[in-house]
């Protein structure tokens, strides 16, 4: 699965789009990254609850960015148009927090691998979930 994923990256019909995608997410990660920390380490949140403060930020963040770059083709301009496309980026992104937030708890008390490490193997299970969902309903 992952060898397939990484051939569509450079030679599929939606290479372009799906590494855009992909450079998007990646951006967004870091960012998240950064805010969790900053959450969990400057503002003492737990782990958790910074976490899903900080995924919400960076859904807004994402959709701005995917919708004037990555999903230019299908790009909503209008206000109305725009804000729908919001709300269903945060549905279907919203639909994975769960399992963010799930896989971030399993391996941070279960596995006891450090947050920001289980956070990062988080996003990357869930970002497939999300492009999925993503560019077949929000762009589709």
């Known amino acids: 699965m992952f060898r397939g994923f990484v ?14 995608f992909v450079a998007v997410g990646t951006f967004a990660a870091g960012v998240q990254m950064v805010l969790l920390w900053t959450f969990v380490d ?5 782990y958790l609850f910074g976490a899903v403060i900080a995924i919400e930020i960076t859904i807004v963040l994402s959709y701005v960015l995917n919708n004037a770059w990555t999903f230019q083709a299908d790009r909503k301009t209008g206000p109305i148009e725009y804000l729908v496309g919001l709300g269903k980026t ?5 639909t994975a927090i769960p399992i963010q937030l799930a896989v971030l708890g399993l391996f941070v ?11 990062a193997i988080a996003i990357v299970i869930s970002g497939i979930y999300r492009y999925v969902l993503d560019a077949r ?3 589709g």
């Open 137 to 139: 309903w929000t762009w």
């Open 90 to 94: 945060n549905l279907v992104r919203g």
């Open 42 to 46: 400057w503002i003492d949140l737990h």
């Open 7 to 20: 051939r569509e990256l450079y030679s599929g019909p939606i290479a372009p789009q799906l590494r855009r």
């Open 109 to 119: 008390e279960w596995l006891y691998v450090p947050y920001l490490v289980a956070n």
